[in-house]
């Protein structure tokens, strides 16, 4: 039995397994064309595969759901214009440093909750993630979270429907994208929360996700394992002063908008944005504390 598990072991780590796996997967997937066909490169079948511990099968049916939805929800079409309100107050945003993988990071702050549509709120986290994923540098294929509970209660809270659905399209739709998420400081009644919302997460995710609290040192070296602290900014235990300008964040974004457009072959006409508000971080090119991922 030993031998049977031993053998079976070694074979999941097998980077000519892998890429037999991965062949198999192509030809279970089929023909593609169009956007389908640029989605699935060949480091898009291996996630699917990771995600599944190769199990072809079961990588061929969460990729199939995959580009059904991406089919109908079009992630790739949404603009920051179209959920631009949606950010006004730096709840989710990408911040303007990355961690020492290079990895994109999403910055989340539930406490900065603005609007009641649960559709807005989603296709609002749907175009950061695809926007964290497009300014992944080559080589990297994963993002950090970094989750700040200031002001955080339970009234501003999202419904659990919210925190299942973002899981689902997270663990379904991305899988293998985020690498680890930090939960910094919540507060004590959070813990509720989490109870009931760690059910809806599958084993792999569940151990990307890591509680830091500043008295707790084993929790700190953890996340400067991840990052630099003069990147970090204070709300997470770090040294940089780093206040989101909603109005050069949206500079930012329409002018990815521009590059994800020619990329996915879409004919937008992407006006310039600017709507005077402003609101939390990602410091403005040139004077940023830290590079913009790009």
């Known amino acids: 039995m030993f031998r049977l598990w031993s053998s079976s072991h070694h074979q999941d780590n097998d980077p000519l397994q892998h890429e037999v796996k991965i062949n198999e997967l192509k030809a279970a997937i089929g023909p593609l064309s169009g956007r389908s066909l640029q989605f699935c490169t060949d480091a898009c079948f291996r996630r699917y595969l990771e995600a599944r511990n190769w199990n072809v099968d079961k990588a061929k049916k969460m990729l199939e759901e995959t580009l059904k939805w991406r089919s109908t929800y079009k992630p790739e079409e949404i603009c920051w214009r179209e959920v631009a309100n949606e950010g006004e107050t730096?709840?989710?945003?990408?911040?303007?440093?990355?961690?020492?993988?290079?990895?994109?990071?999403?910055?989340?702050?539930?406490?900065?909750?603005?609007?009641?549509?649960?559709?807005?709120?989603?296709?609002?986290?749907?175009?950061?993630?695809?926007?964290?994923?497009?300014?992944?540098?080559e080589g990297q294929e994963q993002m950090a979270w970094l989750i700040d509970f200031t002001g955080w209660t339970l009234s501003t809270t999202v419904p659990v429907k919210s925190a299942r659905d973002t899981i689902n399209i997270l663990q379904n739709h991305y899988p293998e994208r985020l690498a680890v998420a930090f939960l910094y400081n919540p507060p004590r009644i959070f813990e509720?929360?989490?109870?009931?919302?760690?059910?809806?997460?599958?084993?792999?995710?569940?151990?990307?996700?890591?509680?830091?609290?500043?008295?707790?040192?084993?929790?700190?070296?953890?996340?400067?394992?991840?990052?630099?602290?003069?990147?970090?900014?204070?709300?997470?235990?770090?040294h940089a002063i780093l206040n989101y300008d909603h109005e050069e964040f949206s500079k930012i974004m329409t002018q990815d908008d521009v590059r994800s457009a020619a990329f996915w072959g879409r004919d937008d006409k992407l006006p310039h944005y600017g709507n005077g508000h402003s609101g939390a971080e990602v410091a403005p090119e040139p004077v940023c504390l830290a590079p913009v991922a790009s």
């Open 90 to 137: 730096g709840k989710v945003y990408r911040a303007s440093f990355r961690d020492r993988s290079g990895r994109t990071v999403l910055i989340l702050r539930p406490g900065m909750q603005n609007t009641v549509s649960l559709d807005n709120q989603m296709r609002h986290l749907v175009y950061l993630i695809e926007n964290a994923v497009f300014n992944l540098p």
């Open 192 to 238: 509720a929360f989490w109870k009931i919302v760690k059910y809806f997460l599958d084993n792999k995710t569940f151990h990307k996700v890591k509680f830091v609290y500043p008295k707790n040192k084993d929790s700190v070296e953890l996340m400067k394992q991840y990052f630099d602290e003069k990147n970090l900014p204070t709300e997470f235990g770090g």
